[in-house]
Structures are given as C-alpha cells and as structure tokens.
C-alpha cells in the first residue's frame, strides 16, 4: 500500500511497526513536524526502502519552533520531500498567521531554488492563502494538498493551479470529503492516512489502512479496486520520477 501523509515517527512505538511495514508497504512518506524531529527520523528510517523521511515543521508548532527555521531551510537543500508544512487558519493559531505565511513562501521558495521538491502541504481554514503562495511562488514543485477541506471554489483553484491531492479513510467517509474527491482528477491523487492524529474508534490507523482509502475511491469514481490501485502506483511513479530534475545538497 502507498501512505503520502503518515507520522510515522508519532506511533507509541514506530520500531515495532516496521516488519508490518515492511512487509504491507509499498511507500510510506514519513512526514515530520519539526526540523529537529527530521533529523532524528530520517536516520531511523534509512535504511527502510519503502520509508521516506520528509523534513517539516507542522503549521500547529510553528511559532513555537520558530527558532528551527533555518535549520527547515538548510534541510530542504538536503531532501527531495517537504512535510508537513503549510497554514493553519484555525482562530487558535491567528496570533501566528503572518509568520505561517512568511515560513511558506520561504519554503517554497528554497523548494524552487534547489530545483523543485515534493511538498506535502496542510492549508485547514487556510485554503486561499495557502493556494496564493503556492501561486506566486512554485513552479517546478509539486504541491500535494493533503486533507483538502477547503470550500468548492478553491478546490477549483487547486486543481487549476496542477496540485496533488492526499486523501484519507475519515475525509473519503464525509460526504464534502467524497463530494471534493470526485472532483479530482484521479491522476493526482495518492492516499493517506495522517495516522497516528488519525484514528478510528479511538485507534489509530495503519500505514497500511490505506486499503480502506483504495475501496472508497473505487466507490467514488466506480472503478474496480485492483484499478484504482494500479492508478496509485502508477500517480507515485510518476510523482518520484518527477524528481529527477530536483538537486540535492549531500
Ligand atoms: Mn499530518
């Protein structure tokens, strides 16, 4: 199975997760909420082929962990993926939204200067400012919106502006989640489960409960599953091979 947003490094004990891993995975991007928690992670998780580490610094922490923006700008010249990164509109994060801002257009503009990078991007209560930066600032970067809430005209707006999109079991199981997701090209969608945060009856999902994500796409766009998951893998390798172009600083 394929994860495009998992926290891996949040489980209680992501170690004893990884035979599973290993053997239910095909790609896990295992996004980080900090720059130092990247470090940490990406070296845990190098040796496992189908992990990917991804450097973020999460729009919840931001202010924060305001002193590791530099160390998120360094990092990115270092790795091909970005996440989770982005704005959180929510009124509990406004004393931080200037700065949420300033630290996106930032990103993404190191993100083109190092010729493009994977950006896996939350943009909660904040669609439209988010989908400004990625406007004014990306080009051969590809922006995968993950958990796309945003109203019925900026998802327009995204998916004119070439944006990818990560869905998950609770957003694909709303009927607004099923109704944005059958807008979407089926060609930029990958699943995701925003596991650990994302739980269900109390539990967090698996990486590998994206089959749950395959199903309710296969309802959605009234395809068989093994179809569907052959999309998925097919939108993947397509996402990885558009990172040859992309340089990385060892
Ligand atoms: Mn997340």
Redesign the pocket.
Known sequence: MIDF?C?LDLYKDPIALLPEVKRLSKFVLA?TTSPKAWAKTSKVFQDIDCVTTAIGL?PEILAKRINERYDLITGIRKTLFVG?VGIDGSPQYADSIKLQEKVLGDIIQESENCGGRILSI?SRNAATKVLDIVERYSGKSIVVL?WFSGAANELDRAIELEAWFSVNPIMASSNKGAGAISKIPLSRLLPET?AP?AQTKGIPYMPWDTSIVTRQLATIFDMDVSDVNQVMRGNLNRLLSSTKGMRVVV
Do not use: G, I, T
């Open positions: 947003h926290h996004v999460h989770e939350h993950h925003d945060f």
